[in-house]
Nanobody, 125 residues
Framework: VQLQASGGGLVQPGGSLRLSCAAS????????VAWFRQAPGKEREWVSC????????YYADSVKGRFAISRDVAKNMVYLRMNSLTPEDTAVYYC???????????????????WGEGTLVTVSS
């Protein structure tokens, strides 16, 4: 199982970015996939999650209404569209998954087994 996040970069406050998570070794239609982020000097936090079969979406309160998670089953990809970015969104973003832990478990803080390398998002003028 492998995941690779990409799409990070430098963006001005109020701007947008779309992160991509390329999945291999499993299908996004079978396993839930989550996005996390870790800002400098802070603990890692959960951002969003998309469920396997139904594609239900979940968001942390800090990003609700600004971020949108989606997936392309044919390409085995998961995306995170980020709008209205603020400096507080600056972080390394990671995608992660697990064979057993689903989105409700992610929200409760269960650890996931598989993580990709992160992609840095910097929001600054």
């Amino acid at each position: 199982v492998q995941l690779q996040a990409s799409g990070g970069g430098l963006v001005q406050p109020g701007g947008s970015l779309r992160l991509s998570c390329a999945a291999s070794g499993f299908t996004v239609e079978r396993w839930d996939v989550a996005w996390f982020r870790q800002a400098p000097g802070k603990e890692r936090e959960w951002v969003s999650c998309i469920s396997n079969v139904e594609g239900l979406t979940y968001y942390a309160d800090s990003v609700k209404g600004r971020f949108a998670i989606s997936r392309d089953v044919a390409k085995n990809m998961v995306y995170l569209r980020m709008n209205s970015l603020t400096p507080e969104d600056t972080a390394v973003y990671y995608c992660a998954t697990d064979k057993v832990v689903a989105c409700p478990g992610v929200l409760r803080g269960f650890e996931l087994d598989y993580w990709g390398e992160g992609t840095l998002v910097t929001v600054s003028s």
